[in-house]
């Protein structure tokens, strides 16, 4: 067990969903305040970044419950 615990933290990386679920609820926030759309590149770039996190974190859930189902 003590190897798994190991092996899961080294693989976290880029299927790490829970650290994309809170980035995209910081997104989220950022993107809520005004002020943000002054600024229409941060702006730009804040809707790219939550487009892309929205898409992996919808595909990784689709795969944990086909996981889940198998």
Same mark, same amino acid.
């Given at each position: %067990? $003590? #190897?798994?615990?190991?092996?899961?933290? $080294?693989?976290?990386? #880029?299927? !790490?969903? !829970?650290?994309?679920?809170?980035?995209?609820?910081?997104?989220?926030? /950022?993107?809520?305040?005004? %002020?943000?759309?002054? +600024?229409?590149?941060?702006?730009?770039? $804040?809707?790219?970044?939550r487009?892309? $996190?929205?898409?992996? +974190?919808? /595909? +990784?859930?689709? #795969?944990?419950?086909?996981?889940?189902?198998?």
């Open positions: %067990m $003590l #190897i798994f615990k190991c092996v899961s933290k $080294l693989s976290g990386g #880029i299927f !790490d969903v !829970d650290v994309k679920a809170e980035r995209l609820e910081e997104i989220t926030r /950022e993107l809520e305040d005004p %002020m943000v759309w002054n +600024i229409p590149e941060k702006a730009q770039a $804040l809707g790219k970044e487009a892309t $996190l929205n898409h992996v +974190i919808t /595909e +990784i859930h689709q #795969i944990q419950n086909s996981l889940n189902d198998a």
